[in-house]
């Protein structure tokens, strides 16, 4: 059975602080991984994953994976109160042209004070 | 505005009563989804369909049933033998064409079976 964890499950940190949430994998067959944002209702993408080594950057938000060790880590830089969510980590399995399968982590629920 | 649109929000049934709930897209994808989430636990996946008049099982089907003769739709109905119906349901579409795996997410519909 394929497994995402995620950790910690929780985190509280001041504004400004800088957080590393992390996602581990065991899944049978892997092609890319996929973290998203849930703030409220609607999860919202943030990045893909699918080659090792790679950093991928959006603002304050930077990601990279290890396919070697099966981790990924999403890095949140200068925290602000408006980064206060869920993270979800998702994992892929090869692409088949079709519906893409994914296999969610528990999230992490973020919470940035003031 | 291209979305995923659920309705309803909320929803409140009495134990036994089957309910159905919707989903509808105008992104024009072929692929939609059906998850579940649990405090403590990430999207679980209930139903798929890569295609109009097309579904298949994802890891928790039981109790729960689809139809998609639509592309645009696809009604999720939670019934009696769903033995815990309360829950936060999310329905999702995504492109089939070429390499991608993002997801794109309704709002959510909030069930509570008492």
């Known amino acids: 059975e394929d497994k995402v964890v995620q950790s910690p499950l929780s985190l509280v940190v001041h504004e400004g602080d800088t957080v590393t ?6 899944v049978t067959n892997f092609r890319s991984l996929l973290w998203y944002k849930q703030e409220k ?8 994953l699918t080659s090792s080594g790679i950093e991928k950057k959006s603002g304050r938000l930077s990601s990279i994976l290890d396919k070697k ?10 925290t602000q109160t408006g980064d206060s969510a869920i993270y979800l980590c ?5 692409w088949t042209g079709t519906a893409s399968k994914l296999t969610f982590g528990t999230g992490t629920r973020l919470q940035v004070t003031l | 505005d291209g979305g995923i ?8 049934r009495k134990e036994g009563q089957n309910v159905t709930l919707s989903c509808e897209q105008n992104l024009n994808h072929d692929a939609m989804y059906w998850y579940r989430q649990d405090p403590g636990q990430g999207l679980r996946l209930i139903y798929y369909s890569q295609i109009v008049n097309d579904f298949q099982k994802g890891d928790i089907a ?10 645009e739709s696809f009604p999720l109905t939670v019934t009696s033998a769903q033995k815990n119906p309360t829950a936060f349901y999310l ?11 993002e997801q794109y997410f309704g709002p959510g519909t909030r069930l509570t079976v008492t």
């Open chain 1, 21 to 26: 949430l992390n996602c581990s994998y065991e």
């Open chain 1, 41 to 48: 209702k609607a999860p919202t993408f943030l990045f893909m």
């Open chain 1, 69 to 78: 060790e099966l981790f990924s880590i999403l890095n949140i830089t200068a």
């Open chain 1, 90 to 94: 998702a994992v892929a399995p090869p």
């Open chain 2, 5 to 12: 649109t659920q309705s309803p929000k909320y929803l409140f």
């Open chain 2, 62 to 71: 039981e109790g729960y049933s689809v139809s998609r003769e639509k592309k």
């Open chain 2, 91 to 101: 329905c999702a579409s995504s492109k089939t064409g070429g390499l991608s795996y």
